[in-house]
């Protein structure tokens, strides 16, 4: 099935691999130095993301990977919104580049991301056990898996927003380099948590492995590029660590939820005016969507 949806694909896009135009060997030269690395990133990518449901049914047990998969489950949901800020961000960074504008809006967009990727991840810590309740009643325990695995979505999206220098300059190795490494120590980090932790040792290993991979992003797009703000995220991943440590923590899940929601308000207040002006954003949009069906 997979060879011959190989060959239908390629029947189908023959214009897109054989134009009926000639290009020269240079332009030709150029296309495989830019998209052989990012076919070979996005391998390394399946392999990063899938090794530790692997080594977890390899190296622990089938009821430990069904808790695993439960929590997944639950922050899985962010998937929805990490492809919605991939096909907004890429196009709307690419025209800014373009217009020599990029650098002066970076600082808005991230300041409105950070909080909004801030506050989701409180809010599904604060709720996991109403969430897990509502949807995987069974895997109760999966609850105390989803503050870790929440790195993985959030701070996906949070390179997307910082890595784009790598793709100004066409340095496209970069992430392939990038995701092996990240991929051989969330291996070996799962190797050697899982026996001792379980399904928790496999979540803190990728909660590891995607702040790890968030920064080595962020880093290298500031070497090949140029400087830009970071603090904002410096503050998101300190905020998010300690919220995700919290449950692990020998306080009253009282003072654990307390804590959780004084750090929501902090942030609320702290990025009041970016919250503000995301909220104006989507009461634009529906009501374009509403004046379009109207």
């Known amino acids: 099935m997979i060879v011959f949806g190989a060959i239908a694909g390629f029947c189908f896009t023959l214009d897109f691999w054989c134009p009926p135009y000639r290009t020269s ?35 622990g047990s089938y009821e430990q990977l069904g808790l695993y998969a439960a929590a997944f489950k639950i922050v899985g949901i962010l998937a929805v919104l990490q492809v919605g800020v ?39 810590v604060l709720l996991r056990d109403l969430i897990i309740q509502i949807l995987a009643g069974e895997y109760q325990d999966a609850a105390l898996i989803i503050p870790l695995l929440v790195f993985a979505p959030i701070f996906t999206i ?3 927003i910082t890595m784009v220098g790598i793709n100004f300059k066409k340095r496209t190795e970069l992430h392939l380099i990038i995701t092996v490494v990240v991929a051989a120590l969330n291996i070996l980090g799962n190797f050697i948590l ?16 995607y702040l790890l991979y968030f920064w080595l992003r962020t880093f290298v797009a500031i070497r090949v590029w140029q400087r830009f ?4 995220f410096v503050e998101a991943s300190v905020i998010l660590v300690v919220v995700a440590a ?6 009253d899940p009282l003072i654990q939820n ?31 969507k509403r004046s379009a069906s109207g």
Not at 229 to 232: F, K, L, Y
Request: aromatic share 8%; proline share 4%; hydrophobic share 55%.
């Open 246 to 251: 919290l449950p692990f923590s020998d306080f």
């Open 86 to 124: 991939n096909g907004f961000w890429s196009p709307m960074a690419i025209r800014w580049f373009e217009e020599g504008v990029f650098a002066e809006r970076l600082t808005r967009v991230e300041r409105t991301v950070v909080a909004t990727m801030v506050l989701i991840a409180c809010g599904i």
């Open 158 to 160: 949070l390179s997307e």
């Open 194 to 209: 899982i026996p001792k932790f379980g399904p928790g040792g496999a979540g803190l290993s990728t909660a590891a492995s």
């Open 258 to 288: 307390g804590a959780i929601l004084a750090i929501m308000l902090v942030a609320t207040i702290l990025y009041r005016k970016e919250l503000g002006n995301l909220a104006d954003l989507g009461l634009q949009l529906a009501k374009s």
């Open 229 to 232: 703000e970071i603090r904002h």
């Open 25 to 59: 060997i240079a332009a030709q030269k150029a296309l495989l130095r830019y998209g052989l690395p990012l076919v070979s990133a996005v391998l390394m990518l399946m392999i990063f993301t899938s090794s530790d449901k692997i080594m977890l049914r390899s190296i």
